[in-house]
């Protein structure tokens, strides 16, 4: 199993008191642009690649899907995802990479992932994974941090002499791979890669890609400073795709 922070003590304590991780999806600032972009789950197949505690697999069964896979590759996460997902007969979880996982071929009508694919080296080779996994017609949905967000590798901001936020870098752009970054206090390994890898690569294995969105924080979250500056420069994308044949 490779390295992963999420299962360092430290690290997912912090992890598990984010907004996110003690509200769930409503605490996801794009959780109601992503949410307006998945399909109908009602009698699917479907896998989340890099489930996290699971919040995705419980709303796909909770809205008819007829089973889910989760996978992750933190045991912490996985435990942490059964844990809570005890009422859903129809919910699964595998500890695993996401590049190992070895997915049954034309089986699932819908595969998610959410903010997991930038901890990948190889996008074609998810993308080509995630087609041969779908049958005809299935659809993947996939959030990531955007490349502007990943490109320079610090992922922080640049102050000016009053500390105040000045801009945000942008740099070595064309130059993917292997970035490291600091996110809640810990050194975390990510990976960039160009707007052009994730949707040509889609092209590339056959996909039509239906919709791109940039999520921006909702109106309930933009009473911080910090979600006001989020508007300054996209932190994510979301993408999706139907496979076609």
Known sequence: MKENIYDQASFFEKYSQM???VKGLEGAGEWQTLKGMLPTFQDKTVLDLGCGFGWHCR??????????????I??????????????????TYIQSTIEDMQIKERHYDVIVSSLALHYVPDFEE???NVHKGLVKGGQFIFSVEHPIFTAQGSQDWFYDAQQEVSHFPVDHYFFEGERQTTFLGEKVTKYHKTLTTYLDGLLKQ????????????????????????????PMMIIISATKYE
């Open 74 to 91: 933190s045991e912490k996460m996985i435990s942490k995802a059964k844990t809570m997902s005890q009422d859903y007969e129809n919910v």
């Open 19 to 21: 907004t996110r991780s």
């Open 59 to 72: 709303f796909a069964a909770e809205h008819g899907a007829k089973s889910v896979v989760g996978v992750d």
């Open 206 to 233: 056959g996909f039509q890609i239906t919709r791109v969105v940039e999520p921006k924080p909702p109106e309930y979250m933009m009473h911080t400073e910090e979600m006001k500056n989020e508007m300054r420069r």
């Open 126 to 128: 998810v993308a080509n």
